[in-house]
């Protein structure tokens, strides 16, 4: 089990690949509990459970449609079940690594007046955020055999689709 952590901490830090890490269905469901887990624990912050538990579902079929078409669009659908326990393992690693900072930020935010530390957990959320797109294209540049700035548009665009869907679904207000 360490050394399976150490793959997705190396993922994480971009020195290793999803091919790196085995092609079985245990290792898939157990990353897909992780990434539930991480998310519910996230997005608790601001829903009560039963919308926190529709957005992490809604995130986990959105990550693995998404990466089902693109995959099965190129004829790579022999690299599909590698590429989500790798975005779901590594996904997992970095929503935990960013609960402390959004909790700093939410305490924050229930003040009236924006403070320095506010600002700080605002920057290093911004710096987690691109560290989440650089490992997802990372992970989409081995998956796909191309390189790094593909990966990361490719990146880019999930983002942009996941945070427009879980907008309209769960914040419409905001529109």
């Known amino acids: 089990m360490g050394r399976l952590l150490q793959r997705y901490f190396d993922i994480c830090l971009l020195r290793a690949g999803p091919q790196d890490l085995p092609s079985s269905g245990f290792l898939l469901w157990l990353s897909g509990l992780g990434y539930f887990a991480a998310g519910m624990l996230m997005s608790l912050q601001n829903l009560d459970v039963a919308h926190a538990t529709l957005l992490v579902g809604q995130d986990i079929g959105l990550l693995a449609g998404l990466l089902f078409a693109l ?23 970095l929503q935990i690594v960013a609960l402390p900072i959004l909790s700093w930020q939410q305490a924050g935010l229930a003040e009236d007046t924006i403070s ?33 700035p593909i990966g ?3 990146a880019l665009v999930y983002l942009f689709v996941s945070y427009s869907v879980t907008r309209i679904l769960f914040f419409p207000e905001t529109n």
């Open 71 to 93: 995959l099965w669009s190129r004829d790579m659908l022999v690299r599909y079940r590698q590429t989500l326990t790798a975005l779901l393992g590594t996904g997992a690693i």
């Open 116 to 148: 320095s530390a506010l600002m700080f957990a605002s920057l290093l959320l911004w710096i987690w955020l691109l560290w989440d797109l650089m490992v997802i294209g990372h992970i989409l540049r081995h998956t796909l055999s191309t390189r790094l």
């Open 152 to 154: 990361v548009l490719l």
